[in-house]
């Protein structure tokens, strides 16, 4: 986590190196020296970020010993609760999750200008497409077709554990940017997929859009009217876009997404998971200072309600994402890079082959984004358990990733 | 063909005390003399009565289902079910129109030419496209219900068990004016085989709706074995895997369980007559490795005892130490 002066951290909380909010600091002394080298090495994350990769894994661990040691109670317990955590409270996790992404619009940003984004988006289809198609192969061969209906769960890209695991192999290195980028357009991707193939709701979209759009306008009229406080943004635009969206049958948890856009932010973005100041007045940073702290608790129920799965539900089936997402995206990256640059697109000069099976390979893990697409794509039931299984299986990404870097001797592990 | 010897041991089901009496060694032996030469059935077989047969995960194509849709054959020439309700996992691997010939209009053919109406509802193994086979009767539905004589029957389908299909479970049992309810699909709500065991999760969405709705039996598969659940909330529990998958010695049997097989691939016959539903499990070699009689609930939820088992069932259920209660 990046500290700030105004909180007594010795941390400088400049920009940093390619918006991620990053700079080495001066050494005194051989402990230090060691902290500082441990500290480089292992990412500062904002508060955010770190609770999404403690409380999130802790709610997970709990459901997975609570599901199968006294699954009744689980289950009973988990339901009752499923709807507030899933789509409310989870509202705010996507809407500071929307934050970091707007913020990476302004200057500074890595979706600063808009035209860098275009490789990444354009490698997301490939990133997406073929762990699809990957997994539609894989659960036929594996005897549960079944099960194809989850393929949009393998576009998701857990941003703050992808992050993390990039962190640790990449240090400073385009790839980052690159990565994080790959990691939005795919999760866009994977909540446009999943709202279009619905196995088991009925969808009213056009009630839906009616809504959406008065939604928009209220945002709309509230900037208009240069109104700085995030919580007319909220409990007006989101309010009744959460009405739409629930209306609708899709997924109100993405109420706040298309809400945040409107919110005034920084002029610069102070980089990708770093916390906002104590001090910052600007509407977007006010409602991280606000809601970091609930969404800990959300995000520990998260992992409490949708990673509680049976493990005697495991079928073969459940190879079936884990498969797709490993071999998928590496491959998937691969091939849309390279079509990509036929087209006359250029990758960044520091990005070679071997990275991006690296990239690939940390792309997988889905975790937190993977479970909320299971969640609302499948009922209750052993499609999504074996699903649910998948996701989890597929954290075995991370120590994919970075066996394959040092196997290939990407980021440092490369051989100078 | 049932083998002539368990015809002599289960001549007629023992339903009460006075019956009971019949099994007096001599009388046994008049009675089975009888048996024999009629190749009577061990089920009551009574006229009029709803005959039908259960099983689940078959659909292999391999020699060991073609050997239990024998078995149920023979068995339809002396009990002559119209009905069987499949259990899901309807079909294992390729799903082409080959494979719906190879495994399940070629096995099942003498049942099919002699008007057996199969009811499915779908599994884990099962293409989607399944609920558009014709002679699986689904008309297109993942879940779907039919009422057969005072029967009304549920095809759940347990894969996705969505808010829409709960509504419908609720609203059918609710409308329901048959006698009995049995809903029936692939994963089951109690079992104790190592392999999967229990759905609790569905469980915990299922079961308030049965207990409030008064369903009498419910029929799973999904688990490769039989097993009979001792009454649960006042229902009864089949899950009933085996009719082409095995999984051998897979059975952990807990005092749930009340009885239980796993040597051999099965199958059940049911017969239901006024409040009294006898249930026959037959394994692939002919052999009765569970039978019994249970008796219709009075209300919802009401403490049931465990079925009466008929005096005497043959050594299939003593071939597995997990079948011995």
């Known amino acids: 986590m990046a500290k700030h002066p105004a909180d007594g951290s010795d941390a400088d909380d400049s920009p940093g190196i390619e918006g991620l909010g990053v700079v080495p600091a001066p050494s005194h002394g051989p402990v230090r020296r060691r902290i500082r080298r441990w500290r480089y090495n292992v990412p500062r994350l904002s508060q955010f970020a770190v609770e999404h990769l403690l409380l999130l894994p802790l709610g997970a661990a709990i459901a997975l010993v609570w599901a199968n040691t006294d699954p009744e109670s689980y289950y009973r317990f988990t339901f009752a609760i499923a709807f507030a955590v899933n789509s409310v409270a989870m509202v705010f996790f996507f809407a500071l999750m929307t934050k970091e992404v707007v913020e990476a619009t302004a200057p500074n940003g890595v979706l600063h200008p808009w035209r860098r984004a275009l490789l990444p988006v354009v490698v997301a289809i490939g990133a997406t497409m073929v762990p699809a198609l990957v997994h539609v192969r894989a659960v036929e061969a594996l005897e549960e077709p079944m099960l194809a209906v989850g393929w949009p769960v393998t576009f998701a890209t857990d941003l703050a554990v992808t992050y993390f695991v990039a962190r640790v192999i990449f240090k400073i290195h385009p790839a980052i940017p690159f990565l994080l980028l790959l990691g939005i357009a795919s999760d866009a991707l994977a909540f446009l997929a999943a709202a279009v193939l619905h196995p088991a709701r009925d969808l009213n979209l056009p009630l839906g859009a009616m809504i959406m759009a008065a939604a928009l306008m209220v945002a709309y009229g509230v900037r208009r009217l ?18 739409a969206l629930y209306l609708s049958g899709l997924y109100p948890a993405l109420a706040l997404v298309p809400i945040m856009p409107f919110m005034p932010h920084a002029a610069r973005d102070p980089g990708f998971f770093v916390d906002a100041r104590p001090t910052a007045r600007d509407a977007l940073s006010q409602f991280e200072l606000v809601w970091k702290y609930p969404v800990q608790v959300t995000l520990f129920f998260f992992g409490l309600v949708n990673a509680g799965v049976r493990l005697n539900a495991f079928e073969a089936g459940s190879w079936g994402v884990p498969i797709a997402v490993i071999v998928g995206k590496p491959i998937g990256i691969l091939i849309a890079v390279a079509a990509a640059l036929a087209a006359g697109l250029r990758l960044p000069s520091a990005i070679g082959w071997r990275d991006l099976i690296v990239i690939g390979l940390t792309a997988a893990i889905g975790f937190s984004i993977a479970l909320f697409i299971n969640d609302a794509l499948l009922p209750p039931g052993q499609l999504r358990t074996e699903v649910g299984l998948g996701v989890l299986i597929s954290l075995v990404a991370a120590p994919l990733a970075v066996g394959a870097a040092w196997a290939l001797g990407v980021g440092r592990f490369a051989k100078h | 063909m049932i083998p002539a010897f368990r015809c002599i041991v289960n001549p007629v089901p023992v339903a009460s005390p006075a019956r009971r009496l019949y099994l007096t060694p001599l009388v046994a032996a008049a009675v089975a003399s009888a048996a024999l030469l009629a190749q009577a059935p061990a089920l009551p077989n009574r006229p009029g009565t709803l005959k039908f047969a259960a099983m689940g995960d078959n659909g292999t194509g391999d020699r060991a289902q073609y050997e239990m849709a024998e078995q149920m054959a023979k068995l339809h020439a002396t009990f002559p079910f119209d009905l069987v309700i499949m259990l899901g996992d309807n079909m294992y691997g390729g799903q082409s129109p080959a494979d719906y010939v190879r495994k399940f209009e070629t096995p099942y053919a003498p049942l099919l030419n002699a008007g057996v109406k199969f009811q499915a509802s779908i599994g884990n193994h099962d293409r989607p496209e399944q609920v558009n086979y014709r002679l699986y009767n689904m008309n297109g539905q993942r879940y779907y219900t039919y009422t057969r004589a005072n029967i009304r029957f549920l ?45 609790v999760e569905l469980r915990v969405l299922l079961e308030p709706l049965f207990v409030k709705y008064g369903v009498n039996v419910v029929f799973s598969g999904h688990d490769h074995v039989y097993e009979r659940i001792k009454p649960q909330k006042g229902m009864y529990y089949f899950v009933s895997g085996s009719a082409g998958q095995l999984r051998k010695g897979n059975m952990a049997p807990t005092e749930e369980t009340a009885a239980s097989f796993d040597q051999d691939l099965s199958f059940m016959a049911i017969e239901v007559a006024g409040s009294e539903m006898f249930f026959q499990t037959i394994s692939r070699t002919g052999r009765t490795v569970d039978a019994g009689v249970i008796h219709r609930q009075s209300k919802p939820g009401a403490t049931m005892p465990e079925a009466d088992r008929w005096s005497a069932v043959d050594a299939g259920a003593q071939e597995s130490p997990a079948g011995r209660q």
Do not use: C
């Not at chain 1, 240069?226 to 009405?243: E, Q, T």
């Not at chain 2, 808010?163 to 409308?175: A, G, H, N, Y």
């Not at chain 2, 699909?185 to 392999?195: G, I, K, Q």
């Open chain 2, 155 to 199: 095809a759940l389908d347990s894969n996705l068990m969505d808010k829409k299909q709960l509504d419908w479970v609720e609203s059918t049992l609710r409308d329901a004016r048959e006698d009995w309810k049995i809903p029936y699909f692939h994963h089951p709500l109690y079992s104790n085989a190592e392999r999967h065991g229990a759905s």
């Open chain 1, 226 to 243: 240069r109104y700085r406080s995030f919580w007319i943004y909220m409990l007006g635009g989101g309010s009744i876009s959460w009405a």
